[in-house]
């Protein structure tokens, strides 16, 4: 029989009077050879923010990196039949941090929302996030038991080491691809990075800017289908490149901290050609 029930919807709490409550969320997911996943993490997507946002201001844009598998034709369908996708693609692969930016530069909400395509966080869980936007400019997820090999975590570990000793980033899980920011942080940071180091600069530029950041302790589940490729040296050898890079684009104070130029802030958005991840 079918259930007659009016389903149960969450609200969320009101914002402090006087705050204008947003209405609206963009969702990025990059992807690169997804077939997959994609489809169900578009789908999760959309159940867990209908719980808070009405179906027209809602949008997803999956952004296909240059895919060789069927995920471009799979958003291409669901592009057709869903008004809620607007996937991009790259004709070719240019790494995770081009794309996520494509995307992130590319969102029209009020809300802006990254994870990733391979289902590995429960996104219902972004309902921990919203609790948060109205006082925070970026709400970052934190994996609490991070479902990765200890290699990973480990290097992992010694990554943000380096970042807070380098640039002063104080965030626990850095590349945790689970944040969630209000629209206008990316009016003011302008994010340069191709690869894996996308996050770090995120986060080293929100810093610098004193944007305030709240973090969230998140779910994180092993990946159950299509291929893993943040741990590959090539990934990892670009990070330190791009790190390097910008710790070299910082200059020194008076008072002896280092902080950015306004060009590194506000960088030029030239994708690099065919960098991979
Ligand atoms: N745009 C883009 N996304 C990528 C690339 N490689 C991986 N991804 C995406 O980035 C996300 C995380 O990748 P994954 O390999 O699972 O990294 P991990 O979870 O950090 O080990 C997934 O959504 C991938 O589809 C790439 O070269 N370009
Ligand atoms: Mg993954």
Known sequence: MDNLQPQTVEIREAAPSGQHKPESISIIFPAFNEEDNIESAIAAARKAMLKFFAPDKIE?????????DNTRKILDRLAASCPDVRPIHHAKNKGYGAALR??????????????D??????????????????????VAGYRGK?????????????????????????????????KLFRR???????????????????LALATQQKMRIKEVRVSHYPRTAGTQTGANLKVIAKAF?????????????????????RDARMGDL????DSGR
């Open 146 to 178: 991070r479902a990765d090999a200890a290699q990973r975590r480990l290097n992992a570990w010694g990554w943000n080491m380096l970042v807070r000793s380098l640039l002063g980033v104080k965030v626990r899980d850095i590349d945790c691809a689970f």
């Open 117 to 138: 395509s391979d289902l590995q966080f429960d996104l219902e869980e972004i309902e921990y996030l919203l609790d948060h936007i109205d006082e925070y400019e970026i």
């Open 60 to 68: 997803i844009i999956p952004v296909d990196d240059g895919s060789t």
């Open 102 to 115: 494509t995307g992130l530069y590319a969102a029209r909400n009020e809300l802006v929302f990254f994870s």
């Open 241 to 261: 490149r791009e790190l390097f890079a910008m710790y070299g684009r910082l200059k020194l104070r008076g008072d002896g901290t280092l902080h950015l130029p």
């Open 184 to 202: 206008e942080v990316f009016d003011t940071i302008k994010l340069t990075s191709v690869g894996a180091m996308v996050n770090t600069e995120l």
């Open 270 to 273: 030239d994708l690099a050609p």
